[in-house]
Nanobody, 116 residues
Framework: QVQLVESGGGLVQAGETLRLSCAASGRTLSSYGVGWFRQAPGKEREFVAGISWSGGSTWYADSVKGRFTISRDNAKNTVYLQMNSLKPEDTAVYYC?????????WGQGTQVTVSS
């Protein structure tokens, strides 16, 4: 079993940046893809970004493409989500999950709030 812990959320102004981290324990993440998801109040959870086990492949929701970058450091058992040019509509609780496609394991989430 693997435990995932997100960190790095916070309150920022529109246009600013944040970097979220997803740290794994209990089992290495290095053999698995990882996804970032988010859920805004009153909305369904949505996919944000994903990365393959090697980091060689990444994919993004259209809403964040060009602004967010997913990466990983398998030596640190950690996956990152660099979020640039944040917008108020990016406000949500952000979760990491693994492995695709079923995403059996989820973190507890980290709140990102973007003020206008």
């Amino acid at each position: 079993q693997v435990q995932l812990v997100e960190s790095g959320g916070g309150l920022v102004q529109a246009g600013e940046t944040l970097r979220l981290s997803c740290a794994a324990s209990g089992r290495t993440l290095s053999s698995y893809g990882v996804g970032w998801f988010r859920q805004a109040p009153g909305k369904e959870r949505e996919f944000v970004a994903g990365i393959s086990w090697s980091g060689g492949s990444t994919w993004y929701a259209d809403s964040v493409k060009g602004r967010f970058t997913i990466s990983r450091d398998n030596a640190k058992n950690t996956v990152y989500l660099q979020m640039n040019s944040l917008k108020p509509e990016d406000t949500a609780v952000y979760y990491c999950a693994s492995p695709p496609p079923g995403y059996e394991y989820w973190g507890q989430g980290t709140q990102v709030t973007v003020s206008s």
